[in-house]
């Protein structure tokens, strides 16, 4: 019951920080049972404390406790949860070949939560798709049918359908992020590239990206453009790499192979 109060508070007002945190957490929770989320202390510690250190600096000071957690999927993809929830697949982090690469992706999915785009989205929801989903995953009124449609593919129904706004908008929080957390940015141009080439080469694998992240090349463009405004001088301060970074993605590829998709697709 207090769920259902909760989507009828959302839906009639402004959306508090309180309220999406729990709601957040909600989610969060439905998605860690569908999902195969890893689990191995280590890791976990190394994405959060890279994910903290770009989240922390960001506008939304209102959020003390962010969470990144990885996905056991050889499937390439990104998204976030309101409240602070990022989770990021081990098929995107094993195609990473620097750390600011990653870092980008964290700021990206980050810049999501900061511009509170699936909340916006949830509000003036009147086709009503996400926001009627997003409560009926979030209050279970629905049971686990609307549930499992939404998580199966990967979260990507309930957080997919960014505008291409939002995405420019997630873009450029990217670049400020990791350059506020002493990043260097260029590993978002790069990453959009490895994964445009990934495209040509084994479209499948990519396919939940570009159907959450419509990737025109034009984004490569501009991020491109936004690093070059970048003072050189400061640029040249940022880290590109680090050895954490390589000793995390050596961990990760030494798991064991990912689990199948539940849905087979
Ligand atoms: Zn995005």
């Known amino acids: ?80 949860v309101p ?4 989770y990021v697949n081990r098929g995107l982090i094993e195609r990473t070949t620097n750390m600011s690469q990653l870092a980008g992706v964290l700021g990206h999915e980050i810049g999501h939560v900061v511009r509170r785009h699936s909340i916006q989205q949830m509000q003036s929801a009147q086709k009503a798709n996400i926001g009627v989903t997003l409560a009926c995953v979030l209050t279970r009124v629905c049971e686990s049918q609307a549930a499992q449609a939404a998580i199966n593919v990967g979260g990507t129904a309930l957080f997919a359908k960014f505008s291409r706004t939002d995405e420019q908008e997630a873009d450029a929080e990217g670049v400020q992020n990791t350059v506020r957390a002493g990043i260097s940015p260029e590993g978002i141009p790069e990453m959009f590239q490895i994964l445009v080439n990934e495209r040509q080469r084994s479209p499948s694998s990519v396919e939940g990206w570009f159907a959450t992240h419509p990737m025109e090349e034009d984004r490569i463009a501009a991020t491109s453009a936004m690093i070059k405004r970048i003072d050189p001088a400061v640029l040249r301060t940022l880290t590109r790499d680090t050895q954490n970074y390589h000793s995390f993605v050596q961990r990760i590829r030494s798991l064991p192979p990912s689990p199948p998709p539940k849905n087979g697709g």
């Open 1 to 80: 019951m207090a769920g259902v109060a909760l989507a009828v508070t959302m839906t009639g007002c402004g959306v508090s920080t309180q309220q999406e945190i729990e709601m957040g957490q909600q989610y969060a929770a439905q998605i860690n049972q569908q999902l195969p989320i890893i689990q191995d202390p280590e890791l976990n510690r190394n994405i959060n404390v890279l994910g903290d250190s770009i989240a922390h600096l960001t506008a939304r000071t209102d959020i003390t406790d962010w969470h990144f957690y990885i996905v056991d999927s050889k499937e390439v993809n990104a998204f976030a």
């Open 83 to 86: 409240g602070g929830f990022v």
